[in-house]
Every structure is written in C-alpha cells, then in structure tokens.
C-alpha cells in the first residue's frame, strides 16, 4: 500500500499558486499518495493580527489531528507563518510533521555564519529567522541572521502585479547583499526568483521546497511499507 503524506495549508492560494510544489512532489515522492488538509483563511488571519496567537495556533493544531485521523504516515506543513504552532502541533499528535523551511534552515546554519531572511510577508520573516537560529543552536553555532522585508511584494503578486513583484524582491536581495554570506528565501512563492537573485547578488540563494520536500522523501523511505 502507498505510503500517504499530509500537506497542511493555510490558504487556498498557495496550492492555486505555487504549481511547482505539485511537480517536485510528482518528482520526488512517486508512488506516495498525496492528501491536502487546508484552513482556507488562516494565514489572512495571521497576517490580519500580524502575529500568530492562541486561536490561530489551535486551529493548526485542528488541522493536524485531522490529518493524523486520516492515516497519514508524515505531514509537511507548507506555511512558514505558522512555524511555531507546528511545535506545539508535535506534541499533540504521534505522526512526525515536517516544516517545509526545516531542511533549507538545516542547510542555512551549516554554511554561513551571517545569514539574510528575505520575506515579502511580515510574518513569515520573525518564524524562518528564528527556525534558522534554532538549527544553529543545534548545531552549537550562533549565526548573524538579517531579515530583510520587500514591503508591498506580496500584495503586488496577489494582484497581479508578477513583474513588480519580482522587481521589487530583486531590490531586496541586493539591499541586503552586502552585509551577508548567505541568502535564504522565507517564501515559497519566491522559489522561482532563486537563480536570478544569485546573478544579482554573487551569493548562494536557498529555498525551501524542494529541501523541504527531499527531507520527506528520506523520512518516508526509512519508514516500513504500509501493510
């Protein structure tokens, strides 16, 4: 029987968006049955208060036990604004739950010793830093890490607006170039932008998707088949 993952979102956009995230699955994870769990406005409700609070970290929550009810094997939760309410998720289900940004913050904390968050949602930018100093803690090192927001980014890609988006993230990258080694992407929506932010900056540029999604592969392939 195909092992079967859960992927936790926090809006409708993200899986009308970000179709890239489906392909690496069709590439990374073949043969694993994929199932969405979604909270349609949870993340307009993050970024309404500007902050993740009780209620949006029970809802969450919600989210994960009703996957773990499905008989999933692992979650791979797709928002970074919700990072911390992951933590709290853990301990209240036995199914082990991926952060999409784990792997990439992993990767970030071994390479560089002061490290860029670049975001074009505010509060995307304070969990993905602190992920980052978490996986350093880990590893008994204590980066730099500068977040960098790309104010209006976001709202011009929801409305429309790809070319100013983009323009406006490529600003960012090299406002904050010179004072890092390492840049690393809060947002899945700016995945694509990786090679064109390197060439402009002369720095590594990580994103967390197709980390994210290999460190599921490795996880599932270590687990027994299904029976």
Same mark, same amino acid.
């Not at 011009?156 to 406006?168: E, I, K, P, T, V």
């Not at 990258?173 to 929506?189: G, K, T």
């Not at 932010?197 to 460190?215: F, K, M």
């Given at each position: 029987?195909?092992?079967?993952?859960?992927?936790?979102?926090?809006?409708?956009?993200?899986?009308?968006?970000?179709?890239?995230?489906?392909?690496?699955?069709?590439?990374?994870?073949?043969?694993?049955?994929?199932?969405?769990?979604?909270?349609?406005?949870?993340?307009?409700?993050?970024?309404?208060?500007?902050?993740?609070?009780?209620?949006?970290?029970?809802?969450? *929550?919600?989210? /994960?036990?009703? +996957?773990?009810? =499905? $008989?999933?094997? %692992?979650?791979?939760? #797709?928002?970074?604004?919700? &990072?911390?309410?992951?933590?709290?998720?853990?301990?209240?289900?036995?199914?082990?739950?991926?952060?999409?940004?784990?792997?990439?913050?992993?990767?970030?904390?071994?390479?560089?010793?002061?490290?860029?968050?670049?975001?074009?949602?505010?509060?995307?930018?304070?969990?993905?830093?602190?992920?980052?100093?978490?996986?350093?803690?880990?590893?008994?090192?204590?980066?730099?890490?500068?977040?960098?927001? *790309?104010?209006? /980014?976001?709202? +011009?890609?929801? =409305? $429309?607006?790809? %070319?100013?988006?983009? #323009?406006?993230?490529?600003? &960012?990258?090299?406002?904050?170039?010179?004072?890092?080694?390492?840049?690393?992407?809060?947002?899945?929506?700016?995945?694509?932008?990786?090679?064109?932010?390197?060439?402009?900056?002369?720095?590594?540029?990580?994103?967390?998707?197709?980390?994210?999604?290999?460190?599921?592969?490795?996880?599932?392939?270590?687990?027994?088949?299904?029976?």
């Amino acid at each position: 029987m195909a092992k079967r993952l859960a992927v936790l979102h926090t809006s409708l956009v993200f899986i009308s968006v970000e179709t890239m995230i489906s392909d690496l699955f069709k590439e990374l994870l073949p043969g694993v049955q994929i199932v969405h769990f979604v909270d349609s406005d949870l993340l307009a409700t993050v970024m309404e208060a500007g902050q993740v609070t009780p209620a949006s970290v029970r809802r969450m *929550c919600y989210l /994960a036990q009703a +996957a773990e009810a =499905s $008989g999933s094997d %692992l979650m791979l939760s #797709a928002c970074s604004s919700l &990072g911390p309410s992951i933590d709290v998720a853990r301990q209240l289900v036995d199914v082990p739950i991926v952060k999409i940004d784990d792997a990439m913050a992993l990767a970030a904390a071994k390479t560089a010793s002061r490290i860029g968050v670049l975001a074009t949602v505010p509060t995307t930018l304070e969990p993905t830093a602190a992920l980052i100093r978490e996986k350093a803690k880990e590893l008994g090192k204590a980066p730099e890490v500068r977040p960098h927001l *790309c104010v209006g /980014a976001f709202e +011009a890609l929801m =409305s $429309g607006q790809r %070319l100013r988006h983009d #323009a406006m993230v490529l600003e &960012g990258a090299r406002a904050l170039a010179p004072d890092v080694e390492l840049i690393a992407l809060a947002q899945a929506s700016m995945t694509r932008l990786a090679p064109d932010l390197e060439r402009a900056t002369g720095l590594d540029v990580l994103s967390s998707p197709r980390l994210g999604i290999e460190q599921v592969r490795r996880l599932l392939d270590a687990m027994p088949a299904r029976a």
